[in-house]
């Protein structure tokens, strides 16, 4: 399939783990032959979810794609803390809390602290792009900046 410079529109990806954002753009800019292909917004590369590919003159739209909540489901190990803050990184700390939970009351208790509006610092290891770095590359490297909170 070929598709001519005057395609523009919006295709919504399920990004599977394992890829990067960036990944995807070029799959699609290659499998395509589209000329322009964006994203709006990044996934780190360990995260599954949508991803909305811009293509075209849509590419230039990114402001009105980019700026809407966001729902997060995960699976959690409570009571573990890595040096990544994720499932790859370098187990911390176990503080074994696991065991303490025998119904799911116990944590229906404490969801009320999780919902609704929250500032999160960004960790280093995330694709957050500070002065065109991603976190996670500085991070790697063993450099590590002071980040602000986002809601």
Avoid: W
């Amino acid at each position: 399939m070929r598709c001519d410079n005057s395609t523009d529109g919006i295709i919504l990806i399920d990004k599977p783990e394992g890829m990067t954002s960036h990944d995807v753009v070029e799959f699609i800019r290659k499998r395509f032959r589209f000329h322009k292909v964006g994203h709006a917004g990044t996934l780190d590369p360990m995260a599954t979810g949508l991803l909305i590919i811009l293509v075209g003159k849509f590419t230039k739209k990114f402001a009105l794609f980019s700026g809407y909540d966001k729902e997060y489901n995960a699976v959690m190990r409570l009571g573990v803390s890595t040096d990544t803050g994720d499932k790859e990184g370098n187990v911390l700390e176990d503080r074994g809390i696991a065991q303490y939970i025998k119904e799911a009351e116990d944590i229906e208790r404490v969801l009320p602290y999780f919902r609704g509006e929250i500032k999160q610092l960004p960790p280093m290891y995330s694709a957050k792009k500070v002065n065109g770095r991603k976190l996670y590359e500085l991070a790697r490297k063993g450099l590590f900046l002071a980040r602000e909170p986002n809601t």
